[in-house]
């Protein structure tokens, strides 16, 4: 079966860092784009952008370009989202999931979702 | 960036009824060297991921009920629920994936009349 497990709801402060995960299962997992979606409270879908799992390579949306860090390690299936310093507007929660394939990347696989808030 | 626009924002269907959501890009998803479009659906219910629902505009997930179907081409599409349960009271997204960003629609809020 495949899953996607993200690390637990997070509370910081404006201006520390953080890094949250996303463990993939059941498939493998080097050879798919994993995609990061923001969603913030009561708002619609935003697409962050894709790392390959299988070599790193990166596609950032334009819009959260150098705000927001993907990485991947492969020996142990997780991929990252890191933060060098939060920012308010960074509240909301950010789903991992499993692109299809390099040449169609609708999501087919969905993490259950880690709820950032960033509150002084 | 290709912008996706659903309508109508939300939307209230009896029961057995059907349901139509229409999205709209800014240009042209459908790649001519093989004629797909590069177009899929998703439900959100109130607390839980996204689901896919629709992809290639008209391809149903396997498990997703015959219910659902997707239409369109160019940069008009439609999702159809043939007659509404009770269990499709969701929001429902949009998304391009032809070319990067890959953006989402607004979402369409579909609920019981």
């Known amino acids: 079966e495949v899953q996607l497990v993200q690390s637990g709801a997070e509370v910081k402060k404006p201006g520390e860092s953080l890094k949250i995960s996303c463990e993939g299962s059941g498939f493998r997992f080097t050879n798919y784009w994993i995609v990061w979606v923001r969603q913030m409270p009561g708002k619609g879908l935003e697409w962050m952008g894709f790392i390959y799992a299988g070599g790193s390579d990166t596609k950032y949306s334009p819009s959260l370009q150098g705000q927001v860090t993907f990485s991947v390690d492969k020996s142990i299936s997780t991929a990252y989202l890191q933060w060098r310093s939060l920012k308010a507007s960074d509240s909301a929660m950010y789903y991992c999931?499993?692109?299809?394939?390099?040449?169609?990347?609708?999501?087919?696989?969905w993490g259950q979702g880690t709820l950032v808030t960033v509150s002084s | 960036d290709i912008v996706m626009t659903q309508s109508p924002a939300s939307l209230a269907v009896s029961l057995g009824e059907r349901a139509t959501i229409n999205c709209k890009s800014s240009?042209?998803?459908?790649?001519?060297?093989?004629?797909?479009?590069?177009l899929a659906w998703y439900q959100q219910k109130p607390g839980q991921p996204p689901k896919l629902l629709i992809y290639w505009a008209s391809t149903r997930e396997s498990g997703v009920p015959d219910r659902f179907s997707g239409s369109g081409s160019g940069t008009d599409f439609t999702l159809t629920i043939s007659s509404l349960q009770a269990e499709d009271v969701a929001v429902y997204f949009c998304q391009q994936y032809h070319s990067t960003p890959d953006t989402f629609g607004q979402g369409t809020k579909l609920e019981i009349k």
């Open positions: 999931a499993r692109a299809f394939d390099t040449s169609a990347t609708y999501i087919d696989y």
């Open positions: 240009q042209s998803v459908l790649y001519s060297s093989n004629n797909k479009n590069y």
